[in-house]
């Protein structure tokens, strides 16, 4: 069974820092998600990747097949990015339609 | 705008009772799903749907049910049958499968 784990669970840091999140996963995807969930428990998706580096604004994904591994870096970071980021994946070969989650990273960022 | 609407957002249900979650889309899109967010777990998929009239379940369909009459609405009942359903319950839509999906606000369920 695919297990999808994040590190770390919960992460504070102070506005400006650079921010990373680990995603790691056990078998063979065809895709990997970045997702954003703010408080209110509305989620947005930030990425999709299946090779290599994806930048928006001050988010950049990174995804490496062969270590089974994915980072979401936050550059300059604010307040308004305090949220749970989730990583999630399509395995490949797996049913159709069914993403698979981590349990996601709860980032505060303090003024 | 285009998006999911999600109706309503707190819901309350008595035990033994029938509750129906609304779930709307108006981006055209072919595959909607429903999911299930507990504290301290990650998403879990209840039902989705690749096309009109058609439904699979997925990992914890159990005291659940959809239909998919129209291609905009995905409505989800949780049944009497299902033991513990409060949760923060969640709807996506995407163009198909392996794409990434557009996710409602949530409708949070609790028990009476």
């Known amino acids: 069974k695919n297990e999808v784990e994040q590190s770390p669970q919960n992460l504070t840091a102070q506005e400006g820092e650079f921010i990373t999140i680990n995603c790691s996963y056990s078998?063979?995807?065809?895709?990997l998600h970045w997702l954003q969930q703010h408080p209110g428990g509305g989620i947005v998706s930030l990425f999709m990747l299946s090779s290599g580096k994806k930048k928006h604004g001050r988010l950049i994904a990174t995804i490496n097949i062969q270590e089974k591994h994915s980072s979401l870096h936050i550059t300059a970071s604010h307040p308004r990015d305090s949220a749970v980021y989730i990583c999630a994946v399509n395995e490949y070969g797996g049913s159709q339609g069914n993403l698979i989650f981590g349990k996601g990273t709860k980032l505060s960022v303090k003024p | 705008d285009g998006g999911i609407t999600q109706s309503p957002k707190y819901l309350f249900r008595k035990e033994g009772q029938n509750v129906t979650l609304s779930c709307e889309q108006n981006l055209n899109h072919d595959a909607m799903y429903w999911y299930r967010q507990d504290p301290g777990q990650g998403l879990r998929l209840i039902y989705y749907s690749q096309i009109v009239n058609d439904f699979q379940k997925g990992d914890i369909a159990e005291g659940y049910s959809v239909s998919r009459e129209k291609k905009e609405s995905f409505p989800l009942t949780v049944t009497s049958a299902q033991k513990n359903p409060t949760a923060f319950y969640l709807c996506?839509?995407?163009?198909?499968?392996?794409?990434?999906?557009?996710f409602g606000d949530g409708t949070r369920l609790s028990i009476l």
């Open positions: 996506a839509s995407s163009w198909g499968v392996n794409q990434p999906q557009h």
């Open positions: 078998v063979g995807i065809s895709a």
